[in-house]
Nanobody, 121 residues
Framework: QVQLVESGGGLVQAGGSLRLSCAAS????????IAWFRQGPGKEREFVAL?????SYAHSVKGRFTISRDNAENTVYLQMNSLKPEDTAVYYC?????????????????WGQGTQVTVSS
């Protein structure tokens, strides 16, 4: 089990950028799949991106968002560029032990508290 803490959310204009951070506890962080999910107002939680030894992205963010990890710092980042109003949501990072590309939120036992991202038009 890992504890996760997100940061970096905020208010930004359309076309702007934000970088989210997900800081994790635990000495085996490097062996975890880390994913970002988001939940917009009135919407279900949806997959955004994940990182194992490689990365995967939702179609809606591919080419605009980049997920990366720094195992020495036990941190995963989500660089978000060319933000759109429809990217407005609470963003959560989630973790599961082992490298496996799974995209359903139910597959991740460990979650952070979320960070709000608001994109104004």
């Amino acid at each position: 089990q890992v504890q996760l803490v997100e940061s970096g959310g905020g208010l930004v204009q359309a076309g702007g950028s934000l970088r989210l951070s997900c800081a994790a506890s635990g000495r085996t962080f490097s062996t975890y799949t880390i994913a970002w999910f988001r939940q917009g107002p009135g919407k279900e939680r949806e997959f955004v991106a994940l990182i194992t030894w490689r990365t995967s992205y939702a179609h809606s963010v591919k080419g605009r968002f980049t997920i990366s990890r720094d195992n020495a710092e036990n941190t995963v980042y989500l660089q978000m560029n060319s933000l759109k109003p429809e990217d407005t949501a609470v963003y959560y990072c989630a973790a599961r032990f082992g490298f496996l590309e799974v995209f359903g939120s139910q597959s991740y036992p460990d979650w952070g508290q979320g960070t709000q991202v608001t994109v104004s038009s």
